[in-house]
């Protein structure tokens, strides 16, 4: 055997051996291969941030980004409890970004909710049901965030203690169409008056104009929402509360609760953002926590954004009744609520009561 031949032999050997080390023998049939795990220390050219950002699950990437959220709310009670979430957002200290419009009617913001302009909404409850209807289940309710908050004010006497002293009666209100309608129709039929017939209603397009219009009479009869009322009381000589409609109501003990307003998103965003929907009701349960719970402070951010001045927002507050109900119990009572209206007239809340999907389980 030459010396030419050997030196062959000996390579090919060599690679035989080398290739049988670098294959891992096949599993018996039946069985599963655990894989090889790799140190750390082995992958090299990854960057600790790019290790980091694999371990997050998917969900966990995405809930990190945050989403700017636009919000829309009347100048009164519904915007009131938005306000520390908003001071807060301005801060850099939410979760979410929130962009704010306000307005004092809600026909100059429900096109917007409808066009997606806004994703969410403060409206009067039977509105929200009016609006699931049209938009054939393009909203969905969240949270009900404002019960009762109307009352009867009487200027220049002391005539009316109950409902039938309304009978006769000139009333100058706001929200034709909307629950404080509604809620009066109802409560005057269980007390055997039609508002139609045994009451004259002078419908204002705002609270305000309601207190410049009784302002100038020597007597008058008003229903009104807080804070107007408290702001009523300083600018009309002679004003009282004379009923408080939300007692009204549950003097009825009829199973269900007055409910002023709640909170509606656009289906489309519910079911795109449902963590960011989630954020945004912890994050406004705690700007009504505190609005509730620090009333001088909140006044001064309710005037800050321009819903009323602060001295009047510290007296009306504690009358504002803000809330931040979601979930089951959100759906109970507001369920009762409607129904109540749907029996007295089916168009108070769209003509239909809503389905299931109207109430976002949170």
Same mark, same amino acid.
């Given at each position: 055997?030459?010396?030419?031949?050997?030196?062959?032999?000996?390579?090919?050997?060599?690679?035989?051996?080398?290739?049988?080390?670098?294959?891992?023998?096949?599993?018996?049939?039946?069985?599963?291969?655990?894989?090889?795990?790799?140190?750390?220390?082995?992958?090299?050219?990854?960057?600790?941030?790019?290790?980091?950002?694999?371990?997050?699950?998917?969900?966990?990437?995405?809930?990190?980004?945050?989403?700017?959220?636009?919000?829309?709310?009347?100048?009164?009670?519904?915007?009131?409890?938005?306000?520390?979430?908003?001071?807060?957002?301005?801060?850099?200290?939410?979760?979410?970004?929130?962009?704010?419009?306000?307005?004092?009617?809600?026909?100059?913001?429900?096109?917007?909710?409808?066009?997606?302009?806004?994703?969410?909404?403060?409206?009067? +409850?039977?509105?929200?049901?009016?609006?699931?209807?049209?938009?054939?289940?393009?909203?969905?309710?969240?949270?009900?965030?404002?019960?009762? $908050?109307?009352?009867?004010?009487?200027? %220049?006497?002391?005539?009316?203690?109950?409902?039938?002293?309304?009978? %006769?009666?000139?009333?100058?209100?706001? %929200?034709?169409?909307?629950?404080?309608?509604?809620?009066?129709?109802?409560?005057?039929?269980?007390?055997?008056?039609?508002?139609?017939?045994?009451?004259?209603?002078?419908?204002?397009?705002?609270?305000?104009?309601?207190?410049?219009?009784?302002?100038?009479?020597?007597?008058?009869?008003?229903?009104?929402?807080?804070?107007?009322?408290?702001?009523?009381?300083?600018?009309?000589?002679?004003?009282?509360?004379?009923?408080?409609?939300?007692?009204?109501?549950?003097?009825?003990?009829?199973?269900?609760?007055?409910?002023?307003?709640?909170?509606? $998103?656009?289906?489309?965003?519910?079911?795109?953002?449902?963590?960011?929907?989630?954020?945004?009701?912890?994050?406004?349960?705690?700007?009504?926590?505190?609005?509730?719970?620090?009333?001088?402070?909140?006044?001064?951010?309710?005037?800050?954004?321009?819903? $009323?001045?602060?001295?009047?927002?510290?007296? +009306?507050?504690?009358?504002?009744?803000?809330?931040?109900?979601?979930?089951?119990?959100?759906?109970?009572?507001?369920? %009762?609520?409607?129904?109540?209206?749907?029996?007295?007239?089916?168009?108070?809340?769209?003509?239909?009561?809503?389905?299931?999907?109207?109430?976002?389980?949170?």
């Amino acid at each position: 055997m030459n010396k030419r031949f050997v030196m062959i032999l000996s390579v090919l050997l060599a690679i035989v051996l080398l290739a049988a080390c670098g294959t891992t023998a096949a599993a018996p049939a039946g069985t599963v291969e655990e894989p090889e795990e790799t140190p750390v220390s082995a992958t090299a050219e990854t960057s600790p941030e790019e290790s980091a950002e694999a371990e997050l699950p998917e969900e966990a990437a995405e809930t990190a980004e945050p989403v700017t959220i636009r919000l829309g709310g009347l100048k009164g009670p519904t915007s009131i409890g938005l306000v520390k979430l908003l001071e807060d957002a301005k801060n850099g200290e939410t979760a979410n970004e929130y962009e704010f419009t306000m307005a004092a009617a809600a026909d100059e913001l429900t096109p917007k909710l409808l066009k997606g302009e806004l994703d969410i909404l403060a409206v009067p +409850a039977n509105l929200a049901s009016i609006l699931y209807n049209r938009s054939e289940g393009g909203v969905k309710m969240i949270a009900v965030n404002t019960l009762g $908050v109307i009352y009867i004010v009487e200027k %220049g006497g002391e005539s009316i203690s109950s409902l039938e002293d309304l009978r %006769g009666r000139t009333i100058y209100a706001t %929200g034709k169409g909307t629950t404080p309608e509604y809620a009066l129709t109802y409560l005057l039929s269980q007390s055997g008056l039609d508002i139609e017939k045994d009451v004259t209603m002078e419908w204002k397009s705002e609270p305000t104009e309601v207190v410049a219009t009784i302002s100038t009479m020597d007597k008058a009869v008003a229903m009104l929402p807080q804070p107007f009322v408290t702001v009523a009381g300083t600018k009309v000589d002679g004003l009282r509360t004379a009923l408080d409609l939300t007692q009204e109501w549950e003097d009825l003990d009829n199973g269900s609760t007055f409910i002023t307003a709640g909170l509606v $998103v656009r289906s489309d965003f519910a079911e795109e953002n449902p963590e960011a929907l989630r954020i945004f009701l912890e994050e406004y349960k705690a700007s009504t926590d505190f609005v509730n719970a620090n009333t001088a402070e909140a006044a001064v951010l309710v005037e800050q954004y321009d819903i $009323v001045n602060a001295k009047i927002a510290e007296k +009306a507050i504690p009358y504002c009744n803000i809330v931040c109900i979601p979930g089951e119990e959100m759906q109970t009572i507001l369920s %009762g609520y409607l129904q109540v209206l749907y029996e007295q007239n089916p168009a108070s809340v769209g003509g239909a009561l809503p389905q299931e999907d109207f109430y976002w389980p949170g």
